[in-house]
């Protein structure tokens, strides 16, 4: 006959031990997420992170090393300030070669990948024509001189492409073109964000909304209901946006960067082709998971206007686009008509595109 089985008792000390450490647990797990958020100055514009987290120290620890982070990015990657940019650019005109910093390395190849992905229409190795026409300055509206037309033409004449660009294995950096000028802005703050994503994920911090200079990267969710984002045309609001999980949306536009003056021609953003201003776009947004991409996609697709949309749209790989042209007409993709909640306007004027790539 085989004896009854008996319980084991735990020794009293270990058994509070225990309760004391579910009851931690259950503390953590039921205290309500608080919002944190800091703003910051970089790149010429405004940055800011909301996050949400149940501890204090690891959110504002997150937020100081985002600062650190985007104080770095500025110092190396501005394209007239002194700095890690400015010094390759010397270099690469006096026909040198040089080993940039690691961030800022890979932000020429995402660069040369965003020229050849456009045919072109994304040049940041035409630096030269950028600062010609005044968009080397955080003070707008520009109010230099514009350079006439030989200037121009001999701009046109040097044709610095990122395919000068050379980048030997041990990460060395030279330009087959002395007249190449590395201008990374317009990639920057898609880049950025991917970088302030990595810190939160590594920091187990699951929300937050991430905007660097109108690039706006979304981690989770705000308390439940998803992030939500506008997207702007040239008058204004055009609609909201919810962001899901991992989600970047690009803006594109001649809104706030341009040149004094009522000229619809004045903005920031150089045709490479014509090495002046871009005449076909008002504003661009682009939505997806890749920052860099849909960053380099945006000002792509404000320089191919409503006739390239589709071809640069698919060539780049990108499903959800909106692109106001100057003429009023709001231009989406099906992927993009679906997730946005436009402005009620009934003189808008709006047609639908069926890119190659599906849904967002």
């Known amino acids: 006959m085989t004896a009854p ?24 797990w039921l205290r309500p997420a608080r919002s944190f ?42 394209a007239w300030e002194p700095g890690a940019l400015t010094e390759l650019n010397a270099a690469l005109a006096a026909g040198h070669a040089q080993r940039p910093p690691d961030t800022l390395l890979a932000l020429i190849r995402e660069a040369r990948r965003g020229h050849a992905l456009s045919g072109g229409l994304f040049n940041p190795a035409a630096g030269r024509t950028f600062a010609a026409w005044g968009f080397h300055t955080s003070d707008y509206p520009v109010r230099t001189a514009a350079p006439d037309a030989r200037a121009i033409g001999r701009l046109q004449q040097a044709h610095a492409s990122m395919d ?46 991430i905007d660097v200079g ?4 979304a981690l989770g969710d705000d308390g439940g209901t998803p992030w939500a984002v506008g ?36 903005g920031h953003i150089i ?28 000002t792509a697709l404000m320089v191919a206007g409503p006739d390239r949309m589709d071809r640069v749209a698919n060539d780049m790989g990108v499903a959800c686009v909106a692109l106001q042209a100057h003429d009023g007409t709001l231009h989406l993709s ?19 595109h069926a890119l190659g790539d599906g849904p967002c």
């Open 37 to 78: 958020q800091a703003e910051y100055l970089v790149f010429g514009s405004h940055a800011s992170v909301q996050l949400r987290s149940t501890e204090a120290a690891r959110a504002e620890d997150a937020l100081d090393r985002i600062g650190q982070l985007l104080r770095e990015d500025h110092r190396d990657w501005h």
């Open 271 to 298: 045709d490479p082709r014509a090495g002046r201003p871009q005449r076909a776009s008002v504003a661009a947004s682009v939505l997806g998971r890749d920052p860099v991409l849909v960053d380099m996609a945006a």
């Open 231 to 266: 997207v702007r045309g040239g008058e204004g609001l055009l609609a909201t946006l919810q962001l899901r999980d991992g989600e970047g949306l690009a803006s594109s536009g001649d809104y706030q960067r341009r040149r004094a003056g009522g000229s619809t021609a004045n």
């Open 334 to 352: 099906q992927a993009m008509q679906a997730r946005l909640a436009l402005r009620p306007d009934p003189q808008r004027k709006v047609r639908i």
């Open 164 to 209: 000068d660009i050379v980048i030997a294995d041990d990460g060395m950096v030279s330009s087959r073109n002395p007249a190449v000028a590395l201008d990374l802005n317009a990639l920057s703050e898609g880049f950025a964000a991917g970088q302030i994503r990595d810190l939160l994920r590594d920091a187990r911090i699951d929300d937050a909304l």
């Open 214 to 217: 109108g690039f706006v990267l």
């Open 5 to 28: 089985r008996q319980r084991r008792a735990w020794p009293a000390p270990l058994a509070l031990l225990a309760l004391a450490a579910l009851a931690s647990v259950a503390i953590l």
